[in-house]
């Protein structure tokens, strides 16, 4: 039972990994394409935003954006089955 766990504790990154690579490859496939928009937002971007919202230095605020890598957006305006197929 304790090398299942181990072993699955090691197999972790690799599937959030995984995961990261596709959806940038879903991202990347409908950037620019006619029916589809793509938002790409930085930390840094974040941050900024952030800054500019007039509220006071709030330190939960401050540990979650300092933990997030970035945001990104795919809208559709309306759903083809390729497109439903590549989010499966």
Known sequence: MKKYIIFLLLMLPLALTAQQKSFKLLFDKYSG?????????????LRMVYSFSGEDSDPEMTKLLNDIKGISIVVSDRMSDEFIDDLE
């Open 33 to 45: 394409k006619e029916g589809y928009t793509t938002v790409g937002l930085s930390a840094d971007m």
